[in-house]
């Protein structure tokens, strides 16, 4: 690390007296910039919702920029990666529209007008091949590095695939005015996991080193070669446990490379600093510093610009001093309680450069691109198996089982874990999903996945299966078989979130025994289970066999407060969002079946109990004749209200 220690007095009076001066050394300010993980989200619009969206878009991102560098002299913008991937806009420009060698990706037609110095190669930069990935950055008039990606030329593999590092000459004004000469390196890393997350694209054409291993080897290298100081770009979040090699988040292990001055990171889509962070040791969140290492993490989809300031001093001879770092993020909106209140305006030049590519994506997102066999609604997700669930499962599993190819989880059975998310309640008598059959458009996937959820898969075993499946249970009421007044069978404090459904595995509820856990997930009836035969592959589940269960980051942290759910047993920190899982599972098959394949159903109750529930007014329209569930009236909330026969 560049020497930020100073000399002692003793030390410092020795010197003055060998040299007869008393020689004071430069200050100067150097303010560096970054963005990261902007996923395509350049104008401030949400393609999904179709509509405009102030908690997102580098066009605002840019005005935050403009204001950071007019407080300065000095200052150096860069980019962290995953620009190319993340919603309809990329999709369009890779899938539908394509890019010929002339074009120039709309990513870069904004980042072109900002001055940016270097980029760095995020792992969704892989998403749509190397041909593409060449081709888009082809149109950056700044270069791209990483340091730990190499051509798999089936031998030594030494051959870096992009530029390693980039150093680059500055002339740095300082504080009294005189300006001095300064190199000023850079490096940059992808997580090594690309070689799982895209084998497809990448097997036998480049492989991924480990991340602290290059750096050891390179940041010297950089050193001999000139650098005065070094400033590492990471696409690697923080990781605090014991470093095993290959690691995914790599960043907090960084800050202990000699003679890294920076880390300006990304990948977690986090904020750095921030309060997130505060009790992890050698962490200050007040100076935004790791192991005394300026860094900033700038959150994602441009909704924070990251900031590193470093006070350096320089001597008369040129040897450059890093005397102090501090790292901080800006918002470009705010929340008070409910409601957004953006704190900056889009900057118009970076609407009008990409204006053409957003208006044919909202075209795009309008327009079908796949087909759906059947109708999907979630008038009664809650009472049955339903395709709004199935959908979502279903792309989750055939996720999860080709991430898990070739690794030492491949052929452990896959379950898959969604839940309803649109099904009344608190979102009113018509928050429900209801498409026909026929053409399904990109707008329509935030309708059937509302958040913005990243994808988890953790590792159980078939005991942990039924809690899990126990504690879903939960949302509903427990009914006696015996009373014949009408007894209601959603429990409306438990969100509809929080009703699991677990494909692959095939049981029953049985809603007249009591609920196993409270919705806090405390064992409340330990000698009750509503979950009965519970079976995998047509045969009583294994209490013991493991499982690996696709889900979300929510859920697979410990949101909800699930059993046996708390992150320690998570086996796949994906890098997608569970919407994009699914939006791109229907932009592969094209055409697809959705129906619910029955895999849960209640245990049947006599005829003569009165069990109702609320739903749409128009939920009737969705029932084949002789179902089981009939309308029978309308509640005091103007949602209709239905009875179901078990």
Same mark, same amino acid.
């Given at each position: 690390?560049?020497?930020?220690?100073?000399?002692?007095?003793?030390?410092?009076?020795?010197?003055?007296?060998?040299?007869?001066?008393?020689?004071?050394?430069?200050?100067?300010?150097?303010?560096?910039? &970054?963005?990261?993980?902007?996923?395509?989200?350049?104008?401030?619009?949400?393609?999904?919702?179709?509509?405009?969206?102030?908690?997102?878009?580098?066009?605002?991102?840019?005005?935050?920029?403009?204001?950071?560098?007019?407080?300065?002299?000095?200052?150096?913008?860069?980019?962290?990666?995953?620009?190319?991937?993340?919603?309809?806009?990329?999709?369009?420009?890779?899938?539908?529209?394509?890019?010929?060698?002339?074009?120039?990706?709309?990513?870069?037609?904004?980042?072109?007008?900002?001055?940016?110095?270097?980029?760095?190669?995020?792992?969704?930069?892989?998403?749509?091949?190397?041909?593409?990935?060449?081709?888009?950055?082809?149109?950056?008039?700044?270069?791209?590095?990483?340091?730990?990606?190499?051509?798999?030329?089936?031998?030594?593999?030494?051959?870096?695939?992009?530029?390693?590092?980039?150093?680059?000459?500055?002339?740095?004004?300082?504080?009294?005015?005189?300006?001095?000469?300064?190199?000023?390196?850079?490096?940059?890393?992808?997580?090594?996991?690309?070689?799982?997350?895209?084998?497809?694209?990448?097997?036998?054409?480049?492989?991924?080193?480990?991340?602290?291993?290059?750096?050891?080897?390179?940041?010297?290298?950089?050193?001999?070669?000139?650098?005065?100081?070094?400033?590492?770009?990471?696409?690697?979040?923080?990781?605090?446990?014991?470093?095993?090699?290959?690691?995914?988040?790599?960043?907090?292990?960084?800050?202990?490379?000699?003679?890294?001055?920076?880390?300006?990171?990304?990948?977690?889509?986090?904020?750095?600093?921030?309060?997130?962070?505060?009790?992890?040791?050698?962490?200050?969140?007040?100076?935004?510093?790791?192991?005394?290492?300026?860094?900033?993490?700038?959150?994602?989809?441009?909704?924070?610009?990251?900031?590193?300031?470093?006070?350096?001093?320089?001597?008369?001879?040129?040897?450059?001093?890093?005397?102090?770092?501090?790292?901080?993020?800006?918002?470009?909106?705010?929340?008070?309680?409910?409601?957004?209140?953006?704190?900056?305006?889009?900057?118009? &030049?970076?609407?009008?450069?990409?204006?053409?590519?957003?208006?044919?994506?909202?075209?795009?997102?309008?327009?079908?691109?796949?087909?759906?066999?059947?109708?999907?609604?979630?008038?009664?997700?809650?009472?049955?198996?339903?395709?709004?669930?199935?959908?979502?499962?279903?792309?989750?599993?055939?996720?999860?089982?080709?991430?898990?190819?070739?690794?030492?989880?491949?052929?452990?059975?896959?379950?898959?874990?969604?839940?309803?998310?649109?099904?009344?309640?608190?979102?009113?008598?018509?928050?429900?999903?209801?498409?026909?059959?026929?053409?399904?458009?990109?707008?329509?996937?935030?309708?059937?996945?509302?958040?913005?959820?990243?994808?988890?898969?953790?590792?159980?075993?078939?005991?942990?299966?039924?809690?899990?499946?126990?504690?879903?249970?939960?949302?509903?009421?427990?009914?006696?078989?015996?009373?014949?007044?009408?007894?209601?069978?959603?429990?409306?404090?438990?969100?509809?979130?929080?009703?699991?459904?677990?494909?692959?595995?095939?049981?029953?509820?049985?809603?007249?025994?009591?609920?196993?856990?409270?919705?806090?997930?405390?064992?409340?009836?330990?000698?009750?289970?509503?979950?009965?035969?519970?079976?995998?592959?047509?045969?009583?589940?294994?209490?013991?066999?493991?499982?690996?269960?696709?889900?979300?980051?929510?859920?697979?942290?410990?949101?909800?407060?699930?059993?046996?759910?708390?992150?320690?047993?998570?086996?796949?920190?994906?890098?997608?969002?569970?919407?994009?899982?699914?939006?791109?599972?229907?932009?592969?098959?094209?055409?697809?079946?959705?129906?619910?394949?029955?895999?849960?159903?209640?245990?049947?109750?006599?005829?003569?109990?009165?069990?109702?529930?609320?739903?749409?007014?128009?939920?009737?329209?969705?029932?084949?004749?002789?179902?089981?569930?009939?309308?029978?009236?309308?509640?005091?909330?103007?949602?209709?209200?239905?009875?179901?026969?078990?």
């Amino acid at each position: 690390m560049t020497t930020r220690v100073l000399q002692t007095s003793a030390l410092l009076f020795t010197a003055l007296l060998v040299s007869g001066n008393l020689l004071a050394d430069t200050s100067v300010q150097l303010r560096v910039l &970054e963005t990261t993980d902007i996923h395509v989200h350049i104008v401030d619009y949400d393609y999904y919702q179709d509509q405009p969206n102030e908690s997102v878009g580098l066009a605002r991102t840019a005005t935050l920029i403009a204001a950071a560098r007019a407080e300065v002299q000095n200052s150096i913008l860069v980019d962290n990666g995953d620009l190319l991937q993340g919603n309809p806009l990329g999709d369009y420009i890779a899938r539908q529209r394509g890019l010929n060698d002339e074009d120039v990706h709309p990513v870069y037609k904004a980042m072109n007008l900002l001055d940016y110095t270097v980029a760095n190669v995020g792992n969704h930069e892989f998403n749509f091949g190397l041909e593409f990935l060449q081709r888009s950055v082809a149109g950056a008039n700044f270069p791209y590095i990483s340091a730990n990606v190499f051509v798999d030329d089936g031998a030594n593999n030494d051959t870096p695939y992009f530029d390693q590092y980039l150093i680059v000459d500055r002339k740095l004004v300082a504080e009294d005015g005189s300006e001095h000469d300064i190199k000023i390196g850079f490096i940059g890393f992808v997580p090594p996991q690309i070689m799982q997350w895209d084998m497809s694209n990448l097997k036998g054409r480049v492989v991924a080193r480990d991340i602290i291993d290059t750096a050891l080897e390179v940041v010297p290298r950089m050193k001999s070669e000139g650098a005065d100081i070094v400033i590492a770009i990471p696409h690697s979040g923080i990781s605090t446990s014991d470093r095993h090699g290959m690691d995914e988040h790599a960043s907090y292990y960084l800050a202990n490379v000699p003679d890294i001055d920076a880390i300006l990171f990304g990948h977690s889509h986090r904020v750095f600093p921030s309060d997130s962070f505060s009790g992890i040791p050698a962490v200050d969140i007040e100076k935004g510093t790791i192991n005394g290492v300026a860094a900033t993490m700038p959150g994602f989809w441009g909704n924070h610009l990251g900031l590193v300031d470093l006070q350096l001093s320089v001597s008369d001879t040129g040897e450059w001093t890093v005397t102090e770092g501090v790292g901080s993020v800006r918002p470009i909106f705010r929340r008070d309680g409910d409601k957004l209140i953006p704190l900056v305006e889009p900057m118009q &030049e970076i609407l009008d450069a990409v204006h053409e590519e957003h208006m044919a994506t909202i075209d795009f997102v309008r327009t079908g691109v796949g087909e759906i066999t059947a109708p999907i609604n979630s008038f009664f997700a809650l009472v049955r198996d339903d395709p709004s669930v199935q959908i979502v499962t279903n792309a989750q599993k055939r996720y999860v089982e080709r991430l898990i190819e070739g690794t030492e989880m491949d052929g452990l059975p896959v379950l898959s874990a969604s839940a309803p998310f649109k099904s009344g309640g608190r979102g009113g008598g018509d928050y429900f999903t209801d498409l026909d059959a026929g053409e399904i458009a990109l707008k329509h996937v935030a309708d059937l996945y509302i958040y913005p959820n990243t994808l988890r898969a953790v590792s159980l075993n078939g005991a942990q299966v039924r809690e899990w499946l126990e504690m879903s249970a939960g949302v509903f009421n427990q009914i006696d078989p015996d009373r014949r007044d009408e007894q209601e069978l959603i429990n409306r404090s438990v969100p509809s979130f929080n009703f699991d459904v677990i494909d692959g595995v095939t049981y029953r509820i049985d809603v007249t025994q009591a609920p196993r856990y409270d919705r806090d997930g405390n064992l409340i009836n330990a000698d009750s289970h509503r979950i009965v035969d519970l079976s995998f592959d047509g045969k009583p589940l294994d209490q013991g066999q493991t499982f690996i269960v696709a889900t979300n980051n929510y859920r697979a942290g410990g949101g909800g407060n699930f059993p046996g759910l708390d992150g320690s047993n998570i086996v796949i920190e994906a890098p997608d969002t569970n919407r994009s899982v699914l939006a791109d599972y229907i932009f592969e098959l094209k055409k697809l079946d959705p129906s619910a394949d029955g895999n849960w159903s209640f245990v049947p109750i006599s005829a003569d109990v009165n069990v109702t529930f609320a739903s749409s007014l128009d939920a009737d329209k969705a029932l084949q004749p002789g179902a089981a569930i009939e309308k029978v009236g309308m509640d005091d909330n103007g949602a209709g209200r239905y009875r179901i026969r078990f």
